[in-house]
């Protein structure tokens, strides 16, 4: 069982947008703003999406989104591309503890 | 920018201990506001945390894995390696070393080694 808990699978259509949850406790996602998205797609190495819940590093497209509220974090697509097609993992950072990642959300673009 | 370029096996016997280092290129392991980590990923299967290291030399531990890890650094060669004592088969995984940076106010994992697949089998 994964500390973060996601959905496994998400999808929808170009164009349309997807929000994927990701949901902690008091002492982690909703103690602290050190929420952390990677995309992974098959066969590569997991890519930083979205940092300190809302902040995009240089690169990632504005399509991406992070947002929290309470223990959830989410990640929102907007305008899908089929390139989004992948999976998406959370993480939590606390300090001076373990890291927590949640179990991986299937994005499939139809 | 930074690179990591990992080194060990990619097979390992069970019961054996699994070694992995990573050589950090361009940067340096001893600045302050960063660490050093390893995660893994089982064939098929989700992001496991392991560990990591930082600056100051405090380590912290995956709980589950705790009683059969080291992670250790020499900062003459600018690496930092992971030790994993009397594997399985469930340790079979592409195993990932990672920088992460925290400040304070901020916190991110954004470079991370082209990962090793180490395979625990006889």
């Known amino acids: ?39 992974q797609h098959p066969g590569k190495v ?22 929290k509220s309470g223990n959830t974090a ?11 097609e992948a999976d998406y993992y959370c993480s939590s950072y606390k300090p001076g503890s373990p890291m927590l990642f949640g ?3 299937k994005l499939t673009v139809l | ?20 280092t990573c050589s950090v290129y361009r940067g340096s392991i001893t600045v302050d506001i960063f660490y050093w980590s390893w995660i893994r990923q089982p064939a098929g299967k989700g ?30 060669k600018n ?6 004592r009397s594997v399985t088969a469930a340790d079979t995984a592409v195993y990932y070393c990672t920088r992460g940076w925290f400040t304070g106010g901020s916190n991110g994992m954004d470079v991370l080694g082209p990962g090793t697949r180490v395979t625990v089998s006889s």
């Open chain 1, 74 to 84: 989410s990640l929102t697509i907007s305008g899908l591309q089929a390139e989004d």
């Open chain 2, 47 to 76: 992001l496991e945390w392991i560990g990591r290291i930082e600056t100051s030399g405090s380590i912290t531990y995956n709980p589950s894995l705790r009683s059969r890890l080291t992670i250790s650094r020499d900062t003459s």
């Open chain 1, 46 to 67: 997991p890519k930083l999406m979205t940092y300190d819940v809302t902040t995009r590093p240089s690169g990632v497209s504005n399509r991406f989104s992070g947002s």
């Open chain 1, 1 to 39: 069982q994964s500390a973060l808990t996601q959905p496994a699978s998400v999808s929808g259509s170009p164009g349309q947008s997807i929000t994927i949850s990701c949901t902690g406790t008091s002492s982690d996602i909703g103690a602290y703003n050190y929420v952390s998205w990677y995309q």
């Open chain 2, 1 to 20: 920018q930074v690179q990591l370029l990992q080194s060990g096996p990619g097979l390992v016997k069970p019961s054996e201990t699994l070694s992995l």
């Open chain 1, 103 to 105: 179990g991986g959300t």
């Open chain 2, 79 to 84: 690496e930092f390696s992971l030790r994993l």
